[in-house]
């Protein structure tokens, strides 16, 4: 996987040179530029310039693997395992207008056929028929069944309602339901999640609640956050866009500062272009 942003980093260490003080101006510049964020750059510097200390370590190249480490450790105090062990598991889909969640449900459906999982989607973003129409083709491309609504504008909550009720009578294994992201209306918008919970709740439990932030958004993507998750029940993650953005560092920030696991990773267009989230791999990644 390459992504781009260990661009951010790649310069700074690829020569083997003494540690000075230009050496953490760069380290914290190249911090911020990949989206760590002003506070989490400055604990990670702390904690670094400390460990540098500690261990008498003098040579820019064994920053580089405490840098890699300190990000390691950090992102592994979040476990980013998807519960879906639930029959049907039921995921929620949330996020704003444009971060990518219908594309996502595609994406997701297809990954879960390659482990032999049979999905079902509902269409609960109702308002627009176009909106319908685009998870369709998701769905299809992604292998999975869909519920749509019977008329343009039908309560999302019972198109939810439908499709888990579905999801139950033909034994699928996951059920999948997209929701709107109006961001005009966040009240309406919260009170909607809300009755689609309460309604699906009444069948079976909720197995996750998938919040999907675009990761070219940096701080403004967080602040969306908040809503959805003092209101939504989030349990979890997506973050999309990795691709084309060089921002890694939100990966690591959005978790510290939401307290929520990543649970999976978008990385471009295409139908296989989402992955689980591999802690490890991702440090390896960012500062390669
Ligand atoms: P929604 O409004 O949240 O349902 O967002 P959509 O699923 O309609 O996606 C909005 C746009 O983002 C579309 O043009 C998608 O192709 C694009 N998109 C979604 N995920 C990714 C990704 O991981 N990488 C890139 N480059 N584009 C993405
Ligand atoms: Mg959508």
Known sequence: MAWSFSKAFSGLFNRSEPITEDTWDDLEMALIGADFGPDLS????TELRDQVERHSITDVKDLK????????DRLAKFDPTLKLSDRPAVVLVAGVNGVGKTTTIGKFANYLGNFNRRVLVGAADTFRAAAVEQ????????????VKPKQQGQDPASVAYETVQRGINEGFDVVVIDTAGRLQTKGGLMDELSKIKRVIEKLTPISEVLLVLDATTGQNGLAQAEAFIEHAGVTGLVLTKLDGSAKGG???NVQEKTGLPVKLVGQGEGISDLTGFTPHVFAQNLVD
Not at 42 to 45: K, N, S, V, Y
Not at 65 to 72: E, N
Not at 135 to 146: F, H, K, Q, S
């Open 65 to 72: 693997q405490l840098l890699r480490d300190t990000i390691a």
């Open 250 to 252: 939100f990966v690591l």
């Open 42 to 45: 400055d604990e990670m510097l």
């Open 135 to 146: 998870l369709n083709t998701w769905a299809t491309r992604g292998g999975a069944a869909i």
